[in-house]
């Protein structure tokens, strides 16, 4: 069975420019989590996508923002990018309900020059 | 509101010997605990994870965790650690209520000198 999938595996970008990342989860997994590691913050959670529905966003500007399709997979907008964006971006999936684990990505990781 | 605590952000030990990171967790119901290790520039692989169960929770590689309700701590151990092992590792709580949201440990960096 397929993890979960992130694309691209890097990605380069201009300030100010925009950038999408993506994401397919396990199979029969409805929940889609991002997740931002920039070096020396830790995990900080973006936004969790469920049902196609947002259901929570973690403490970040509006210019990160996604969706969620109908197969569940997940794209993650970030608009008017700054330096400070450069991180890696981790996606995951889980079960919505349940005692289960979310399953990670490998990550795509943004630079923005 | 839940949160995890990793009480030491970098650990040093020699190979061969034992492994111990800490973890304490805040968390208004009863939680979900998971180990999560994190290779350089790779994602994130479970270690183990705690759901109620067994108090004493065994992973791969060797590693296991105990959760211990009254100290609110759900410390990793390996009796032996291995260079392999280098590498960062997480402690997350999983939110129920919220559709398993995790919430990270600030994460400790395991260092494995020969």
């Known amino acids: 069975e397929a993890g979960v999938t992130q694309s691209p595996t890097h990605l380069i970008k201009t300030r100010g420019q925009q950038a999408t990342l993506r994401c397919s989860p396990i199979s029969g997994h409805t929940s889609v989590y991002w997740y931002q590691q920039a070096l020396g913050l830790g995990l900080q959670f973006l936004l969790w996508?469920?049902?196609?529905?947002?259901?929570n966003r973690g403490n970040f500007p509006p210019r990160f923002s996604g969706r969620q399709f109908p197969n569940y997979s997940s794209e993650l907008n970030v608009n008017a990018l700054e330096l400070e964006d450069s991180a890696l971006y981790l996606c995951a999936s889980s079960f919505y309900q349940g005692n289960t684990e979310a399953f990670f990505g490998q990550g795509t990781r943004l630079t923005v020059v | 509101a839940q949160s995890v605590t990793q009480l030491d952000s970098h650990v040093s030990v020699s190979e061969g010997t034992p492994v111990l990171l800490r973890c304490n967790y805040s968390s208004s119901y009863s939680p979900s605990l998971f180990w999560y290790v994190q290779h350089p520039n790779k994602g994130l692989q479970l270690l183990l994870k705690y759901t109620s169960a067994a108090t004493l929770v065994k992973g791969i590689n060797g590693f296991e965790a105990e959760f211990k309700k009254s100290e609110t701590s759900f410390h990793l151990t390996k009796p032996s650690a291995h260079m392999s092992d280098a590498a960062e590792y997480f402690c997350?709580?999983?939110?129920?209520?919220?559709?398993?949201?995790?919430?990270f440990g600030g994460g400790t960096r395991l260092m494995v000198k020969p």
């Open positions: 996508y469920d049902e196609g529905e947002e259901r």
């Open positions: 997350v709580v999983s939110d129920r209520n919220a559709g398993n949201m995790l919430t």
